[in-house]
Each structure stands twice: as C-alpha cells, then as structure tokens.
C-alpha cells in the first residue's frame, strides 16, 4: 500500500475524531446525534449528525445539519469556539394528554448542553437532546437583557440524493398536496412537516419545529439556494398583506424553538408524541371544562348553511340523534334568518342537550376577507367583550379563520386569543392556519386546527375529487403525525364536487384522521341513510385516544391504524390506489393475552357504496382478510367480551 496514502488515511481518521465533539445517545440507545466542527479544530462552523443504531449496525440519516445564527448585531456561526459540553442529563417527566393519540405520555431523553463564544466573546448553548423516537435541539443565548433583530437562523438539513420525500409547497394557509420525490430537483419553499425515507429505505424521519412562542417568528424549509439543503427562512414579506414584520425580534435571554427530527420506522413517526412533548406543561390549572367529542357541521353541504335558522335546527337535531355533542355555527351566523336569528338558534340548540361552537374572522389588515364578524378577536379587549357575551349565550368554543402569515405578530395573536379563551373556559379551533407547534400540550383547550387539504376542498374546484384518495394516505404519515387536524372528514353524500372514494374508505377517516374535536362534514340524510351498523359505530367512535399503533400502510398507498379508547380497539385501514383492490390480512396481536373480543368489521361491499358488516370473536392470535376496493376502506371495533 502507499505510504502517501496511509499517511493521508490516518490524518483524516485523526481529524475526524478531533472534530466530533459531543455525543448524545437516547435511552435506548438507538438514536445518536453528533457534533463536529467543519475544519476539524475548537473553533468554526459546527454541524450535526444523526445516526440509528439497530441490530448491530449504525446508519447515517442526516449527514449535515448546519448550525447557526446571524443576530442583527453579532454572528453566532463562522467563528464559534467550543467552550465545553455540559453532563448528560435525563429528562423524564409524565404528563396526561386530554386530546390527541395518546393520553399517556412522556417527556424522555438525555440531553447535553454544549456552550460556544464568539469572536466578541458572546456565547450561545446549543440543547441537544436524544429520544427514543428523535432527536431535538434549541438555541439559547443566555445574555441577560438585550433586544435584536435576528437576520437569519442557519439551520440547513443536508438531504442526499436518493432520498425519498413527501414535501408540500408552502402556502400560509398549509393547504398544499403532498408530492413525492427522490431528490431535490424541486427547488422551492416547503412546509413543515416533511417527511424522508433513507437511500436504503431503512429509515424514515420527519422534520419539524415545536414550542414556538412570542419570542420567534414561524420557519419553513427551503431548498431554493442548493438543491440538497433544506434551510430554515423566515416568512415572506407579502404574508398576511405585507404587514408585520418578516424578521423577528428576540429579547434576552431567549431560547428558539425546538427543531424536532422523528425518526425510526413508520410506526415510530406516526405514533409519536414528541412534537407536543417537548412542549411545555398546561398553563390552565383546571381543565375539566375541556371536552373532545365530535361536532356536525353544515358548511360543506351547504356554503351558507348557517345563514338558516332552519338548517342550523336540523344540524342540532343530527347531533342530538347521532350522541355527538357540539354544533358548529359557521360563517354568516350574524345575518341568520329563514325563521329564527342566533339568539333562537342557540335556545334550540341548548334544548337539544347540544353544545354551540361559533365562527369568526381573525379580521385586522392582514386578511382580505371582510366576512363579519371581523374584528371582535383582534385585541384583548374585544376579545373580553365578545367572551363575555359568548358565556352568557352557552357558547363554549370558538372557531378563528384566515390568518394568514406565521411572522411573529401573528405568533403573538395565536397565543393571546389561547391566553383569554382559557380565562372564559372557551375552547379553541384555528382555521386558515399554521400546522401544529406543540402548542396544545401548554394549551388543551385548544382543540384542533385546519392547516390541511381537508373535505373542504370538495367545494373548492375538481382537483381534489381524483387527488383525495392518495393524499388521505399520506397525512397520517406527515400532517396529523404533528397534532390535531380537522379535515372534516367522513361524507358519504356529495358536496359542489363529487368523492370517488368509497362508503368503506369515508368511514375508516373517523379512526385514522385525529382531532380534538372532530368535525362530521356531511348533511343530516347522508348519516341517517346509512345502514344500522354503520350509523352505530358512528355514534360511538371516540376521537381522543389512549393509545395509537400503526398496524402497516406506506405513505400514499395504504394505511391501517388502530386507536385504543379504555378496553375498546377501533381501527381503521384504506387503499388509495385508483386501479387495484387490495386484501389485507389484518392481525390482532397488539391485543392483550388471553381475552377475547368481539370484533364489528364493516369493510366494502360489492361496489363504491355498499357496506359489509361482519361480528366475529378474535383474540389477539387471531387474524381476517380484509378486501378493500380501489379507493376503498373499512373501520372496527373490538370490544372485550364479559
């Protein structure tokens, strides 16, 4: 061999180990995140990776996350010397999750605090953690007073060529398909979250932010500059008008969010909780006022449902006959007529045993629309105003659209109207909207948000009627791994375009589509029609969980999850493929040893819109085959039997 290059392999060997610098493991050793220095010394540009170790053998999955900050008065990247790496601490707390897919949770990992200085000889930690599903990592400049403009955040996530993604455009309404691709030749924009699948396909990760506060303006992806780096950047200007500021203003001391990697299989990204637990605690002490359940709503079959006194009574009535317990009041509420106006409608509602839910425009300059009511959440004080009236009337949530950008003022608004709706017990929906930060662990009563191409899109143009199929099986791996997402699911009728997604596939979206509180989208006939089995699992199927587990599915193919709720399983599984039926073995050995339970399995029938019931006992050695039609579905229930 040649001595050169022997000479020439030691020395890398020796740079390398001189530049990594701190190695963070999770609990159960599988997830690993480094440090290294770019030139292999104490002191430049710093990076991360992220690494799986499984059966022996460890797996680069991120090569190069690129650290850094650029303040409006200093830089924190060029020229950072590395100070020390503190003791890995465990982070183990418990926490009770009121909403989402799981009401146990914990907050685990070990993490290190790694303290750099630059040039000016002004510091910056960077928190790494590593769970057993992910890795997190923060800033924080620890200086003790100050205010800065920060002119940009370097994060940047190296992504190889090879890797397969499930990225969408961004848009500030977070209404965008999902596109799948094996490389960057897409350079644009991206929302959070983003999902990847190593070269080798051992691997998935998904990449997003949480614990985004007051101090920090929302990020996105952006591979504009270098086709294989998805870097954060700020808002653009033109968001919500052109008004408010695109870069945001810090106060010392200051922490940035959360820049969460889940990784691991699929099952470990959707069935991660890690957005929300990185989160912070419930800020509301009492929280017994806060209630999932699911809602009817009129506005996708009828556009201006809410304008009739007449429709407003029979979608109250339709909760009232399906056990469901609220009713959303959509737009056009204060113009209601056609034989009552609010005021009647409410009284009819609340004789129903019904709880009201009401709409309103986020309103001020950054929206177009002039919907009223428009301005009554804007400040604190109409706010307070209108939450009073609201008690007085026995509304108990609120439904905020259009807000259109994620700059820092609108952060700001997110969290003041969460602030003063907890203080009147309100509950909380946002529409028109940014994805989830984690925000509802801090803030229960906030129960869902919009942020996705939901059923509302039936009303907006032909696209979605041939693209919904696909794009209901990827959110479960992208969107609604993130936190609650009200698509307004589960139309068997149709709205101003037509779904040829079958009576099966709408069913199963009740168990596999997670929100707080779970909009119902279709007119009253369109439930009553259904056959009984059916109607009846509708009246029953829960939608806040304990327990969630992905049984098997690939992003934009297929998908089977099973949702626990007490001593009850529902699951439910669809095919989005437009050609091919499929047929699932479906196996049950996520359940307990030795009990038996009574399975209710409604799968596709002979064609689009018949329905097959089948009542079985199983347990959990026991497995059916499941034949789902093209774009079609089916959903269950097991009950254990006395």
Same mark, same amino acid.
Not at 381 to 386: F, G, L, P, Q
């Given at each position: 061999?040649?001595?050169?290059?022997?000479?020439?392999?030691?020395?890398?060997?020796?740079?390398?180990?001189?530049?990594?610098?701190?190695?963070?493991?999770?609990?159960?050793?599988? %997830?690993?995140?480094?440090?290294?220095?770019?030139?292999?010394?104490?002191?430049?540009?710093?990076?991360?990776?992220?690494?799986?170790?499984?059966?022996?053998?460890?797996?680069?999955?991120?090569?190069?996350?690129?650290?850094?900050?650029?303040?409006?008065?200093?830089?924190?990247?060029?020229?950072?010397?590395?100070?020390?790496?503190?003791?890995?601490?465990?982070?183990?707390?418990?926490?009770?999750?009121?909403?989402?897919?799981?009401?146990?949770?914990?907050?685990?990992?070990?993490?290190?605090?790694?303290?750099?200085?630059?040039?000016?000889?002004?510091?910056?930690?960077?928190?790494?953690?590593?769970?057993?599903?992910?890795?997190?990592?923060?800033?924080?400049?620890?200086?003790?007073?100050?205010?800065?403009?920060?002119?940009?955040?370097?994060?940047?996530?190296?992504?190889?060529?090879?890797?397969?993604?499930?990225?969408?455009?961004?848009?500030?309404?977070?209404?965008?398909?999902?596109?799948?691709?094996?490389?960057?030749?897409?350079?644009?924009?991206?929302?959070?979250?983003?999902?990847?699948? @190593?070269?080798?396909?051992?691997?998935?990760?998904?990449?997003?932010?949480?614990?985004?506060?007051? +101090?920090?303006?929302?990020?996105?992806?952006?591979?504009?500059?270098?086709?294989?780096?998805?870097?954060?950047?700020?808002?653009?200007?033109?968001?919500?008008?052109?008004?408010?500021?695109?870069?945001?203003?810090?106060?010392?001391?200051?922490?940035?969010?959360?820049?969460?990697? %889940?990784?691991?299989?699929?099952?470990?990204?959707?069935?991660?909780?890690?957005?929300?637990?990185?989160?912070?605690?419930?800020?509301?002490?009492?929280?017994?006022?806060?209630?999932?359940?699911?809602? /009817?709503? $009129?506005?996708?079959?009828?556009?201006?449902?809410?304008?009739?006194?007449?429709?407003?009574?029979?979608?109250?009535?339709?909760?009232?006959?399906?056990?469901?317990?609220?009713?959303?009041?959509?737009?056009?509420?204060?113009?209601?007529?056609?034989?009552?106006?609010?005021?009647?409608?409410?009284? #009819?509602?609340?004789?129903?045993?019904?709880?009201?839910?009401?709409?309103?425009?986020?309103?001020?300059?950054?929206?177009?629309?002039?919907?009223?009511?428009?301005?009554?959440?804007?400040?604190?004080?109409?706010?307070?105003?209108?939450?009073?009236?609201?008690?007085?009337?026995?509304?108990?949530?609120?439904?905020?659209?259009?807000?259109?950008?994620?700059?820092?003022?609108?952060?700001?608004?997110?969290?003041?109207?969460?602030?003063?709706?907890?203080?009147?017990?309100?509950?909380?929906?946002?529409?028109?909207?940014?994805?989830?930060?984690?925000?509802?662990?801090?803030?229960? $009563?906030?129960?869902?948000?919009?942020?996705?191409?939901?059923?509302?899109? #039936? +009303?907006?143009?032909?696209?979605?009627?041939?693209?919904?199929?696909?794009?209901?099986?990827?959110?479960?791996?992208?969107?609604?791994?993130?936190?609650?997402?009200?698509?307004?699911?589960?139309?068997?009728?149709?709205?101003?375009?037509?779904?040829? @997604?079958?009576?099966?596939?709408?069913?199963?979206?009740?168990?596999?589509?997670?929100?707080?509180?779970?909009?119902?989208?279709?007119?009253?006939?369109?439930? #009553?029609?259904?056959?009984?089995?059916?109607?009846?699992?509708?009246?029953?199927?829960?939608?806040?969980?304990?327990?969630?587990?992905?049984?098997?599915? #690939?992003?934009?193919?297929?998908?089977?999850?099973?949702?626990?709720?007490? +001593?009850?399983?529902?699951?439910?599984? %669809?095919?989005?493929?437009?050609?091919?039926?499929? @047929?699932?073995?479906?196996?049950?050995?996520?359940?307990?040893?030795?009990?038996?339970?009574?399975?209710?399995?409604?799968?596709?029938?002979?064609?689009?819109?018949?329905?097959?019931?089948?009542?079985?006992?199983?347990?959990?050695? /026991?497995?059916?085959?499941?034949?789902?039609?093209?774009?079609?579905?089916?959903?269950?229930?097991?009950?254990?039997?006395?």
């Amino acid at each position: 061999m040649n001595k050169t290059f022997i000479v020439l392999l030691l020395l890398s060997i020796v740079l390398s180990l001189s530049a990594q610098k701190t190695t963070v493991v999770s609990p159960n050793r599988k %997830i690993i995140v480094e440090l290294f220095n770019t030139q292999g010394s104490e002191k430049g540009e710093w990076f991360l990776k992220v690494k799986i170790s499984d059966k022996g053998k460890t797996s680069e999955i991120i090569p190069q996350i690129t650290l850094g900050l650029d303040r409006s008065d200093q830089n924190f990247s060029k020229e950072l010397k590395f100070l020390k790496a503190g003791k890995t601490l465990l982070i183990n707390e418990e926490y009770t999750a009121i909403h989402g897919k799981r009401s146990q949770c914990s907050n685990s990992a070990n993490e290190v605090v790694v303290t750099f200085e630059n040039p000016t000889k002004a510091r910056m930690n960077l928190i790494l953690r590593a769970y057993n599903d992910g890795v997190a990592f923060r800033y924080e400049l620890p200086e003790k007073s100050g205010s800065f403009v920060m002119k940009d955040e370097l994060t940047a996530y190296s992504i190889p060529d090879s890797t397969k993604r499930w990225l969408q455009k961004f848009n500030p309404a977070n209404e965008g398909l999902y596109t799948v691709m094996k490389d960057g030749e897409v350079q644009q924009d991206w929302a959070y979250p983003a999902l990847f699948n @190593t070269p080798e396909k051992d691997y998935w990760y998904l990449i997003h932010e949480a614990d985004l506060d007051r +101090n920090y303006c929302g990020t996105k992806l952006s591979n504009i500059s270098d086709k294989t780096t998805y870097k954060l950047t700020f808002p653009d200007q033109w968001n919500g008008r052109g008004k408010g500021e695109s870069l945001p203003t810090i106060s010392l001391p200051w922490e940035s969010p959360w820049r969460v990697i %889940i990784a691991g299989s699929l099952a470990d990204i959707v069935e991660s909780t890690l957005v929300d637990d990185v989160c912070p605690p419930s800020v509301i002490s009492r929280t017994d006022w806060i209630k999932p359940g699911v809602a /009817s709503w $009129n506005y996708w079959s009828d556009n201006h449902g809410t304008r009739s006194y007449k429709t407003v009574c029979a979608f109250a009535d339709l909760a009232a006959e399906m056990g469901w317990p609220y009713t959303l009041l959509d737009w056009e509420w204060d113009s209601m007529g056609d034989g009552g106006k609010l005021e009647d409608a409410l009284t #009819y509602i609340h004789s129903k045993g019904i709880k009201p839910l009401i709409w309103y425009n986020s309103g001020g300059d950054h929206t177009w629309v002039e919907s009223t009511p428009k301005n009554r959440m804007l400040t604190h004080e109409n706010r307070v105003e209108e939450f009073t009236k609201l008690k007085k009337l026995g509304v108990v949530g609120v439904k905020i659209d259009f807000f259109e950008s994620e700059k820092q003022d609108m952060i700001k608004y997110y969290l003041d109207i969460l602030d003063d709706a907890a203080k009147f017990e309100m509950l909380v929906y946002f529409h028109g909207c940014l994805v989830p930060r984690g925000w509802a662990r801090t803030y229960p $009563n906030l129960m869902t948000y919009e942020g996705v191409r939901g059923a509302e899109w #039936y +009303n907006n143009g032909p696209e979605f009627t041939s693209t919904a199929p696909e794009h209901n099986a990827v959110l479960p791996f992208t969107r609604n791994v993130v936190g609650a997402m009200d698509y307004t699911p589960v139309t068997f009728t149709n709205s101003q375009f037509p779904h040829i @997604t079958t009576y099966g596939h709408e069913l199963a979206l009740s168990v596999l589509f997670e929100s707080g509180i779970q909009h119902f989208a279709d007119r009253p006939e369109g439930y #009553y029609s259904l056959p009984d089995a059916v109607r009846v699992f509708l009246k029953n199927v829960p939608n806040s969980w304990d327990n969630t587990k992905l049984l098997e599915g #690939y992003p934009g193919k297929d998908i089977i999850i099973a949702r626990q709720k007490g +001593n009850k399983w529902y699951i439910g599984g %669809i095919n989005a493929d437009n050609m091919q039926e499929k @047929t699932r073995k479906l196996s049950f050995d996520f359940l307990p040893e030795g009990v038996k339970y009574k399975l209710i399995l409604i799968t596709d029938g002979k064609h689009d819109k018949e329905f097959y019931t089948q009542y079985l006992v199983v347990n959990k050695t /026991s497995s059916v085959d499941v034949k789902l039609l093209r774009r079609g579905g089916f959903a269950a229930c097991l009950s254990p039997v006395n």
